[in-house]
Nanobody, 120 residues
């Protein structure tokens, strides 16, 4: 079994920063890609950023230059540094990981979500 625990959300003023963390634990053989998604009220969940095991990153256009995704493979942790936050960044942020479990089965797991609210 694999568990994801997210932290770092909260309420901030526009222009400020937050850093999200997601720790992956459990019966893991290898973590492939890691990413962050978000879902605002009344909207579909959307991809924010991803990072491969080798460190290659990708971002949705609206966060490029403001958000940075990173990972610490030794700690099985992925981070999302969010700078210059805007009210439109308000959403529940979800961690997503693509892993090979201890039984070498490839699966995708989701975190429980952490609320980010940006006040104007």
């Amino acid at each position: 079994q694999v568990q994801l625990v997210e932290s770092g959300g909260g309420l901030v003023q526009a222009g400020r920063s937050l850093r999200l963390s997601c720790v992956v634990s459990g019966s893991i053989f290898f973590i492939n890609a890691m990413g962050w998604y978000r879902q605002a009220p009344g909207k579909q969940r959307e991809l924010v950023a991803t990072i491969t095991n080798g460190g290659s990153t990708s971002y949705r256009d609206s966060v490029k230059g403001r958000f940075t995704i990173s990972r610490d493979n030794a700690k099985n942790t992925v981070y999302l540094q969010m700078n210059n936050l805007k009210p439109e960044d308000t959403a529940v942020y979800y961690c997503n990981v693509d892993v090979y479990t201890a039984s070498v089965t490839r699966r995708t797991y989701w975190g429980q979500g952490t609320q980010v609210t940006v006040a104007s």
